[in-house]
């Protein structure tokens, strides 16, 4: 019998916390060149839901871009430091 697995993303939920200033890069593609466009936005909480056959750590964001409530990976964030 395996070991219970610790959801996806558990390392990185050590160091992000509601209301943290987050980025995230989105790949697109634009007159057939790939270009990153990178988003802000503030955890608003953070949550487990099961994806596939894994638990994962998702964090609703309130995107700074276009004031929608979206949901990403922990894994995708990067924190930004504020003065």
């Not at 890069?25 to 056959?53: A, F, H, N, P, S």
């Not at 750590?57 to 003065?83: D, F, H, M, P, W």
Request: aromatic content about 8%; overall charge positive; charged content about 25%.
């Amino acid at each position: 019998m395996r070991a219970p697995q610790k959801p996806l993303g558990f390392s990185h939920r050590k160091n992000l916390n509601d209301g943290d200033l987050v980025s995230w890069k989105v790949w697109v593609v634009q007159d057939k060149k790939l270009e990153t466009i990178v988003y802000y936005g503030t955890i608003l909480d953070i949550i487990v839901q099961r994806r596939g056959q894994r638990d994962v750590y998702v964090a609703n964001i309130l995107c700074s871009n276009n004031g929608e409530t979206i949901q990403v990976n922990l894994l995708r964030l990067e924190k930004e430091e504020t003065s």
